[in-house]
Every structure is written in C-alpha cells, then in structure tokens.
C-alpha cells in the first residue's frame, strides 16, 4: 500500500513570495491534514478535510494561507505572501474517516522543509 | 484548552537499557493516545495507538500504557539499540474533537 506522498521535499524563498505545497493521501482515506512543525516544537495542525469539505481550520491564518482538497483526493495548500515565521516542515497526514469513534489512525507523508529567507 | 508535556525533552543512554518516556496530558477527557517516532528529515511514523477504553498496548520491543485518570501515558523501550535513536511524540485527541494535540517531544539517543 503507498504511504502518503508530499512535494516537493524541500523549499527555499524569500520572504513576501509565495509557495504552494502538494498531497496525496493514501487511496480511499476520507480525511486529509495538513499540520505545520516549527523546529523543536510537536505539529499543529491547520486544516482538516472530511472529503472535500474543510472540518476544521481554526488554526490556519487565513489572511496568508490557503487550502483545497478539489475531489476529495489530492490537497494542495498554500503561503502568500511568506513571512519569516513560516520556516516550518509542513506535514500532510491521511486517515480512513477522521470523524469516526472510535479513532483511526493517521498516516504522514515526509512533510516538505521550507526556509523563508 | 488541553495540553501536553513530555520528560525529558532529551535522553541519552547506552545501547541495551530498557528505557521509560514520559507524556502528560491536563484534560482527562480524550479519545485516543497514540504514540509517535519522528526521523530526522522524515515525517512520523505511528508506533502505538491506545483507545480511551484500554489500559496498554504493545508492539515488539515497545509497550505503551495509558492512565487517564492521572492524564499520563509511558512509552517503555526495553533492550535500546542504536537504531531507536530518533524523536518521540505523543498525541491526543480531545473528546468531542478530531484533532490531535502533540506534544514536544523527546529527543532520544542510543549510544552504541
């Protein structure tokens, strides 16, 4: 079975550019995340998706970030413009139904390091 | 608002100890723990899950207990080796919730 798949693995920009990161969660996962790893801290996420409907985005800063999951499969999410303090490894994670009780587990991609110089 | 600690942050001990992480949680109230191995460069690997409803759970060499009473959970490593070298994470989902709260870590280290 392939694992969740993350692009591009590494990335580098400027601060005020913009960037955009890639997902495939594992076939038939219903629910998608995206977390954000800064250094030395556990993830937090940012957005969850239920199919192609957004669950839970309380912690994504809308002003600058964005997500979609357009037929509830691939997810794409998105930084414009970067600030500094979005240096992170961005991981996306995919489970069988994220709403479900009792809980399945959630599987990670590699998650994609980005310095924002 | 959950939280979740773990002790130590770091730990580095000789290769062969059986070894104890520490996680704390201030909300009893949860659905899952699940316990997590995190390489450098690479994303997380699921090591032990623990329903709110059971006590333990075990896998090779690893074995994870949960006390929700006390809102802690122990990752026990018995016969560390150099490969188990990596960070540690635990998470919980907050009952009436589906997100995991992680905590920081332990940085591990097994010296041959």
């Known amino acids: 079975e392939a694992g969740v798949a993350q692009s591009p693995r590494y990335k580098i920009i400027e601060k005020r550019q913009s960037v955009a990161f890639w997902c495939n969660p594992i076939?038939?996962?219903?629910?998608l995340y995206w977390y954000q790893q800064i250094l030395g801290q556990g993830p937090k996420l940012l957005i969850q998706?239920?199919?192609?409907?957004?669950?839970?985005d309380s912690q994504l800063p809308k002003d600058r970030f964005s997500a979609e999951r357009l037929k509830g499969v691939d997810s794409t999410l998105k930084i414009q413009p970067a600030k500094l303090e979005d240096s992170a490894v961005y991981l996306c994670?995919?489970?069988?139904?994220?709403?479900?009780?009792?809980?399945?587990?959630?599987?990670f991609g590699p998650g994609t390091r980005l310095t924002v110089t | 608002k959950q939280e979740v600690t773990q002790i130590p942050a770091a730990l580095s001990v000789p290769e062969g100890e059986n070894l104890v992480l520490n996680c704390s949680f201030t909300?009893?109230?949860?659905?899952?723990l699940q316990w997590f191995r995190q390489d450098p460069g690479k994303g997380l690997t699921s090591l032990l899950l623990?329903?709110?409803?059971?006590r333990e759970q075990t896998s090779g060499r690893l074995n994870a207990s949960l006390d929700k009473s006390s809102g802690r959970s122990t990752l026990y490593i018995a016969a560390s080796q150099p490969g188990d070298s990596a960070t540690y994470l635990c998470a919980v989902i907050p009952s009436g919730t589906y997100k995991y709260i992680f905590g920081t870590g332990t940085r591990l280290k097994v010296l041959a």
């Open positions: 994670a995919s489970s069988l139904d994220g709403l479900a009780v009792p809980m399945y587990e959630q599987y």
């Open positions: 909300d009893s109230a949860i659905y899952n």
């Open positions: 623990i329903q709110s409803s059971q």
């Open positions: 076939s038939g996962h219903a629910t």
């Open positions: 998706f239920q199919n192609n409907g957004v669950v839970d």
